[in-house]
């Protein structure tokens, strides 16, 4: 800056000074006196000068300068008294008015309103993998083998063996799941189950596992080897009341009176969840499935949960379920378009005991009902000549709810299946000893490998020497003979034979009896 602005700057500072320092006078006299405070006027039209702001006086702006000039004002019937901002007040007078009635709007909907919002799955397939992470460490996974019929049917058949897991059921998945689910203090306190099947089986073996205290109600009807293996399993056994009923009943008063977690097979999403990981193993097992087999009588869960990981992963495999044909609930309550509750029907005790106690509910038939493709029924004729198939291609046990799948194959109720890859899900094996020597003696018989037949021979010597070389040379094993001497009056000098056979196979039982028949015409074969 040189020396003539820095003057002229200088001056003007004290000019400013003065000003805000000297005693001010009043507005009046300083606006006619001082021309800093002058009003500047603004000219309209063409000429007009450019607007200037009006002056700042301690930080606050005076009142802007009028922008029309004074004597204008008077052609617009004003005085002068408005012209410095004065106000003038009026009183006036507000009329209502008029009432107009308002229309509604249109109706208008949203765009997501036209949409149907998909229902939130009851199982999803997060939880299906959750579960089967979770019960990797605990549960081996089961082979998934290539089964010797495969020729015999005309199609691949996979069984997939989950009767080899510790406790002979696929329950163990379903209820290990359920009970790492539980919380700490769940787990400390307890569980308890008082109901004799595989679900109580897998509840005792991996509660001891997870060292989770477990109690076991049982009634005094229950047979002693089943008591041994949970107090093997190291389960807490307790024996009240004659039915089950009572076990159950007085298993729910200890479990509220003492905190503990009562245990039930149920519907819950831990369970189902658990019990779908069978599905994940056979879709990583076998490449290239066409369909699932899975038995449906009293595994509706394992049904259900199957069915919901095999179509996430791949919904061109088909899922079909298997139940007795003398307990076809499934398949009545898909008819009726909802869960059977009262089930009428007269299945075998000894063989679907613990199936029919329990009851279809309402999410797995939803379940059931979305992602199965064909529920099948069985007779039970079909599924004990399926044990016999177990024992003699398979070289294991099962029980026949295991075999329903290999019954439905057998029975020609899948023809459509023939040249396809197909898995079987052979669910459990914990069926009495005695009760299987039962099926199998039933099953020999209903595939015609045991037959009884009744003969007239003489009473000469020779006469039974003759017969019992005759079956000698078929190359057939008798089993049981009865002789008897004393007839009716019409067989004079006539004994009558009652023989008991085992054959190979049909062919060999069809030539017997074509060689009897033509030897003796007075042979008669009985049904066993």
Known sequence: MNFAAQFFYSRYLNERLERIFSPKPALK??????????RDE????????VCKLGPVCNGTARRRPTLIEPHRLRDFGEDEQQMNGDVRVFETTVQQAPEFPLKDPPKTR???QFVARPPVPYLRFEDISAAAFRIQGNIQKTPCTYSRLSKQYGMEIYLKKEHLLYTGSVKERGALYLLTSLSQEEQRKGVIVATDCNFSLAVAHHAVELRIPVFVIMPSSCCSPRLRVYRDYGAMVISYGSTAQDAQKHARHLASDNG?????????????????????????QVSKVDAVLVPAAGHYGLLAGTAAAVKHLNTNIQVIGIEPE???????SIKTDSPMKDFQSNPNRK???DLTELSLGFNTFQLCKKYVDKVISVSEEDSLVAMLRFQEFERTTVDTEAAMGLAAIMAGHLSELRGKRVAVVVSSANMELDLVRQCMDRALVLDDRVSKFSVHIGEWPGDMAKLLDTLSREDVRLLDVCHRIHGDK???????VEC???TRDRAQSAHLRKTLSDRYPSVTWLDR
């Open 42 to 49: 603004v000219r309209l039209g063409l000429s007009a000068a």
């Open 351 to 353: 063989l679907y005991g």
């Open 260 to 284: 503990y977690m009562y245990l039930e097979e149920d519907e819950s999403e831990t369970y189902l969840a658990g019990l779908g990981t069978v599905g994940l193993e056979i879709y990583e």
């Open 500 to 502: 008991v056979v085992e």
């Open 326 to 332: 003398g307990f076809p609930l499934l398949l009545q």
């Open 490 to 496: 019409s067989d004079l000098f006539k004994t009558k």
């Open 29 to 38: 006299d300083r606006e006619e006196n001082d021309p800093f405070w002058q």
């Open 110 to 112: 949203r765009k997501s």
